[in-house]
């Protein structure tokens, strides 16, 4: 059963960057897209950003130019770097594997879940 488990979050300022990690356990990355995902209280999960396992890349409208996702297959490890922060970008920031779906922004397509971490951003 894979595992994975984000870090990376953290309290910083607007205008800061930060970059997350997603480390997976029990399972060969290589093969799967990985998705990023948002979450804050009251909403539902919000697609952010993904990377198939092709290199493929997408971007949610609100983070375009702003975050970069990246892949160390070696590592089984995916990255999200997330530059110029704005208050609006806080929320818990999960991972998630897409086993049978290349490019889905549907969170319902994603199938293994790590815990999440923090991101917030203060104004």
């Known amino acids: 059963q894979a595992q994975l488990v984000e870090s990376g979050g953290g309290l910083v300022q607007a205008g800061a960057s930060l970059r997350l990690s997603c480390a997976t356990s029990?399972?060969?990355?290589?093969?799967?897209?990985v998705g990023w995902f948002r979450q804050t209280p009251g909403k539902t999960r919000e697609f952010v950003s993904l990377?198939?396992?092709?290199?493929?890349?997408k971007y949610a409208e609100s983070v375009k130019g702003r975050f970069t996702v990246s892949r160390d297959n070696a590592a089984n490890t995916v990255y999200l770097q997330m530059n110029n922060l704005n208050p609006e970008d806080t929320a818990i920031y999960y991972c998630?594997?897409?086993?049978?779906?290349?490019?889905?922004?549907?969170?319902?397509?994603?199938?293994?879940w790590g815990r999440g971490t923090q991101v917030t951003v203060s104004s």
């Open positions: 998630g594997i897409s086993s049978q779906y290349w490019t889905s922004q549907n969170v319902r397509h994603y199938d293994t």
């Open positions: 990377i198939a396992s092709d290199g493929i890349e």
């Open positions: 029990g399972r060969t990355l290589g093969h799967d897209t």
